[in-house]
């Protein structure tokens, strides 16, 4: 089966920064995704990591370990508009397709 | 690239009725995919079309079918609606495996 957790809700200050955790349990694994997702609208692509280690690009850095099943999201300088939900996905190749499987994502809230 | 259009963006349905939501995916990309985000969740993988065949499916039962077209349009179709069905429903279109670009949905409800 696939279990993606991630925490429900995160607040944060503006200027800070915030660390959001994911883990999965998957039976595939072809890359690890975030998305961000403001109300009503569509996903958008953030960050994707194959292989283990850090990527940065900008104020957004993702974190991969495939052997601890961990991923984490972290957003530096903190603007009101980051307030939005994080989702992340697993990505696996099975049965010709090329599918993602998504967490129930994670609310951000940025104070001032 | 002119992004991935879909419409309607709302929608209301009555329970037992069929519905037929439309994508537009962005130039050239031949492969499409479907999702189903429950408020609260995150989106669940419906199925997959490559080059206008089902390539891959989710959880979902045969009342939910699709078709991709030679232009790169694409339809999600619902029978039998039931109140569950109430979701935004996401098309996402990609050139490769990766890289997904989503549309910002069509918002269904089943009264």
């Known amino acids: 089966g696939q279990n993606i957790d991630q925490p429900t809700e995160m607040t944060a200050t503006e200027g800070a920064i915030v660390q959001i955790n994911c883990t999965y349990q998957?039976?595939?694994?072809?890359?690890l995704f975030w998305y961000q997702q403001h109300a009503g609208e569509a996903p958008t692509f953030l960050s994707y990591n194959v292989l283990d280690g850090l990527e940065e690009k900008g104020r957004f850095s993702s974190f991969l370990s495939r052997s601890k099943g961990y991923s984490y999201l972290l957003l530096k300088e903190l603007q009101m508009k980051d307030s939005a939900s994080y989702l992340c996905a697993v990505g696996y190749s099975g049965a010709g397709s090329y599918q993602l499987t998504f967490g129930k994502g994670t609310k951000l809230s940025v104070i001032p | 690239e002119t992004g991935v259009t879909q419409s309607p963006t709302h929608l209301i349905k009555t329970r037992g009725q069929q519905v037929t939501l439309r994508c537009s995916s962005q130039?050239?990309?031949?492969?499409v995919s479907w999702y189903q985000q429950a408020l609260g969740q995150g989106p669940q993988f419906i199925f997959q079309?490559?080059?206008?065949?089902?390539?891959g499916r989710g959880n979902f039962p045969p009342r939910f079918s699709g078709l991709q077209f030679p232009n790169y349009s694409s339809e999600l179709n619902v029978n039998a609606l039931e109140l569950d069905d109430s979701a935004l429903y996401l098309c996402?279109?990609?050139?490769?495996?990766?890289?997904?670009?989503f549309g910002s949905g069509t918002r269904l409800t089943v009264v």
């Open positions: 130039s050239g990309h031949n492969t």
């Open positions: 998957t039976s595939g694994f072809n890359g």
């Open positions: 996402a279109s990609s050139l490769e495996d990766y890289g997904y670009t």
């Open positions: 079309y490559y080059r206008e065949e089902e390539n």
